[in-house]
């Protein structure tokens, strides 16, 4: 019975080790540094600035229809007679110059501007030149788009709004298993100015919150590179099920070695 005693423990030990071994592992944690009830600086999104091709739509209102229809160049006759109209939102390219040709006014430069800052400047503009007392300029950029490659599954996904993130961006491609992108190591493609930039974002760490590349500009590319290695299907179903048979045997194993 002791020879028998001495075979069953370590025989239970290495089944253990086993079971572990094979568990399907947990899935990869985000911000792992972070701590529970401690504040963190949360900085606030920068606004998106307008580069050179981006398409931009933009509104003029005012309490008169009449007024306002020469600055929404699509109203027809029936439209200005009809007081209660919707002003229709124009879409506008940014040249290679940084300018944008509206009704109007003419040319006006708003490369480098924010969306906020070409609603003021429309509004200044209409207003300085005595056309409307009280304009409401309506700005939204058209082409804010990301493109993800890599690990989690590609595409391109349109954004509404004037900020995106790369936590959003995650939860947006809908990645099947995240367990097969390497978190640790993203990389983020920017260009500004005619220069393209990458940066590397760990994922796991709260300093992702401070990367320049947190919060996503139009045109931005994120590319998720797999993890080195790769179950199948296949393969993946038979080391969960092995895994739950080895720890099921260790534990008999364990109540017989140390009960006899």
Known sequence: MKSIKRFIRPLAVLLLLAAVSCTTPRTLGYLLDMEYNKDYPALPAPELKMQKEDRLSIQVLSE???????????????????????????????????????????????????????????????????????????????????????GAGGGQYQISGRSFNLLQAIARINATNNEQIDIKEVTVIRTENGVRTAYSVNMQKKALFESPVFYLQQNDVIYYKPKIYRLSQTASTFIGFFGTVTGFASLILSYLAYTR
């Open 64 to 150: 008169n229809p009449q007024l306002s229809a020469p600055f929404n160049t699509l109203l027809t006759l029936t439209d200005l007679a009809n007081q209660q109209a919707q002003q229709p939102m124009m879409t506008y390219v940014v040249d290679h110059e940084g300018n944008i040709e509206f009704p109007v006014l003419g040319k006006l430069y708003v490369e480098g501007m924010t969306l906020k800052e070409v609603e003021k400047l429309i509004a200044d503009e209409i207003v300085s030149r005595g056309y409307i007392k009280e304009p409401v300029v309506n700005a939204e950029l058209d082409n804010f788009q990301v493109t993800v490659i890599g």
